[in-house]
């Protein structure tokens, strides 16, 4: 008879998830269920955090991992977590500006990712919130944290729409999808098509420029086309899911490479600035970021996204938040 895989959980490894709405909760299962590490979950709404923590909780014995999941209002409780994950914030209300929104969530993760990391100092942060980009840079200045310890969550999730995409389309198995997306999350994104293929064959083989093309505008619009299916929130499942590859990751030191928000100090051609690009994620954060060969389209293409990013960064600025 095959023994039961009954294998007690390191209880050591820990990940603090700020914001225990649907990203923030879906994570937090996914991380658990795969034996990955504790969780923490923190809100600023009294006792929802506990709530969820509690169901979670009660879904151990079904699911058959020993992770402890507990549920908090309070910073203390997540202290010496080895990541920090922020997806506290508001979604976008009807009525409400893009520049409205910014300014709300900028707040929140200043003060969230300040907060966090003065508890754990050692922590790996990632950064979910939207607008992403200039989130993430907010959470760097806010922080101090030496770069290749900040990053945010885009890249993995742009290049996963689009991988889903290809496969809708060539009715391909998505994980035989190899697909890299750069630049800024949102409009402004960059998918690199010579570096994206099908089982190795470059897509360009396999698909004409006008469907290549329109895919990509379907990606650009993977978000808002889930919000306008939901009217009540945004995407949740493909962003924790993407979340938890990354914290997969950097606590199993993958060295793995993937598409993220990071830091970029002459990369692509940009500096002072977070933008998706490729990188080697691993037990220390970003590794290395690659740098790749692109064409003159994609190179404008990054230094648009890029611009805009800063436009955003300017208007946060402008607010004189103490960073
Ligand atoms: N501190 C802690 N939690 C906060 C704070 C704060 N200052 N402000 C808001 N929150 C919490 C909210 O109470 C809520 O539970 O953040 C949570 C956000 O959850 P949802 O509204 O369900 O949003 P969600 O769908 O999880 O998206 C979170 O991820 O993908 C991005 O665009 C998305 O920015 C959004 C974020």
């Known amino acids: 008879m095959t023994p039961f895989p ?33 969780v923490v979950l923190l809100d600023i709404v009294p006792e929802l955090p506990s709530a969820i923590a509690l169901d979670l909780t009660q879904a151990k014995g079904l699911e058959g991992h020993h992770r402890h ?94 991988q889903t995409f290809i496969s809708m389309e060539l009715g391909v198995a998505p994980d035989n999808i190899s697909t890299m997306v750069l630049g800024g999350h949102g409009d402004s ?41 939901m009217k009540t929130g945004s995407a949740y499942f493909a962003p924790a899911s993407s979340t938890c590859l990354m914290v997969d990751a950097i606590l199993s030191n993958q060295s793995r490479l993937l598409t993220a928000c990071t830091y970029l100090q002459g990369e692509y051609g940009l500096e002072d600035i977070f933008m998706g690009v490729p990188c080697r994620l691993g037990r220390n954060g970003v590794e290395q970021v690659v740098s790749l060969a692109v064409t003159d389209a994609e190179q404008q293409a990054l ?21």
């Not at 993430?136 to 030496?146: E, N, V």
């Open 6 to 38: 009954y294998v007690l959980a390191d209880s050591s490894t820990r990940i603090a998830i700020i914001g225990a709405g649907r990203v923030g909760s879906t994570l937090a299962q996914q991380v658990t269920q795969k034996n990955l590490a504790d």
């Open 189 to 229: 994104m960059v998918p690199l098509t010579s570096y994206c293929t099908v089982g190795g064959v470059p897509i360009t083989e396999l698909l004409d420029s006008d469907t290549i093309a329109r895919l990509i505008e379907r990606t650009r619009n993977g978000g808002a086309e889930v919000v306008k299916l």
């Open 69 to 162: 999941i507990i549920g908090t209002n309070n910073y203390e409780d997540t202290a010496n977590s080895d990541i920090v994950v922020i997806t506290a914030g508001v979604p976008r209300k009807p009525g409400m500006s893009r520049d409205e929104l910014l300014n709300i969530n900028a707040k929140i993760v200043l003060q969230a990712a300040r907060s966090a990391i003065a508890h754990s100092p050692k922590a790996i942060l990632i950064v979910v919130t939207n607008p992403l980009d200039v989130m993430t840079y907010l959470a760097w200045k806010a922080t101090k944290l030496p770069s290749e310890r900040v990053l945010g969550m885009a890249g993995v999730l742009d290049s996963a729409r689009f």
């Open 303 to 323: 230094f648009n996204s890029a611009q805009l990013i800063r436009e955003q960064l300017e208007q946060v600025f402008q607010m004189g938040l103490d960073l």
